[in-house]
């Protein structure tokens, strides 16, 4: 299947830095990713879908400007979290579609931890 | 997206095949349901997806009743490695677009025993 990549894995920032975070399609051009935010015992919640070259389309309670979505290339959307807070502490998750590829799965990254001191 | 049920945790004997049902009441004719797992601190994994046939991959079968109201997924050999949250999500296929994002519910925890 596709791959799908993130970068970092893991980080720990302290409180009022900014942490971004990087999603990557290895060896598929994906027109469209989403970005998901993952609490501790919680599903996956959807924030934003990012869509290349355009801006990001986010849901419903998600600050545009705190979780800044870059789709600058058909395999690289990158998510900056300003001035995190603790409270911004999650699993975040990305995952993209292959473009002209019709049958409809979405791959997901491996996950980025971010833990704010 | 059509909401689903799922059963919020199963256990299953490893080797034995594991059934996770899966109520989709309300799905649309054009919708498709898709299985996702989710193993602890990893991103979710695609399983499987289908129409109204029954589908059969590498990792599981699809089974979906006539009226598509419902669906099994079947692990026909379960192993520890199977331990995951098991997510079924019913959704139109597009070529694209927001319309391509999955949501996700609550999912079932299916523990697989030695």
């Known amino acids: 299947g596709a791959v799908v990549s993130q970068h970092p894995s893991w980080v720990i920032c302290k409180s009022g830095t900014s942490v971004k975070i990087e999603c990557r399609s290895l060896?598929?051009?994906?027109?469209?990713m989403f970005w998901y935010r993952q609490f501790p015992k919680q599903s996956l919640m959807l924030m934003a879908t990012s869509n290349e070259g355009s801006k990001a389309t986010y849901e419903q309670g998600v600050e545009k400007d705190k979780f800044l979505i870059n789709h600058a290339s058909l395999t690289l959307s990158t998510l900056t979290v300003t001035s995190a807070h603790p409270e911004d502490s999650s699993f975040y998750i990305c995952s993209a579609g292959a473009s002209g590829r019709n049958t409809g799965e979405l791959f997901f990254g491996e996950g980025s931890r971010l833990t704010v001191l | 997206d059509a909401k689903t049920t799922q059963p919020t945790s199963m256990d299953c004997a490893e080797g034995r095949a594991a059934n996770l049902p899966c109520n989709h009441s309300t799905i649309s004719g054009n919708e498709y349901v898709y299985w996702y797992r989710q193993i602890h601190s990893q991103g979710p994994q695609y399983i499987i997806h289908?129409?109204?046939n029954n589908e059969t991959n590498e990792m599981a079968s699809l089974i979906i009743t006539e009226d598509r109201k419902s669906s099994t997924l079947i692990l026909p050999h379960a192993t520890l490695r199977d331990t995951a949250v098991y997510y079924c999500?019913?959704?139109?296929?597009?070529?694209?677009?927001?319309?391509?994002?999955?949501?996700f519910g609550k999912g079932t925890l299916l523990t697989v025993n030695p």
């Open positions: 060896d598929f051009q994906a027109t469209t």
């Open positions: 999500i019913v959704r139109a296929l597009n070529s694209g677009g927001s319309n391509y994002k999955l949501t």
């Open positions: 289908g129409l109204k």
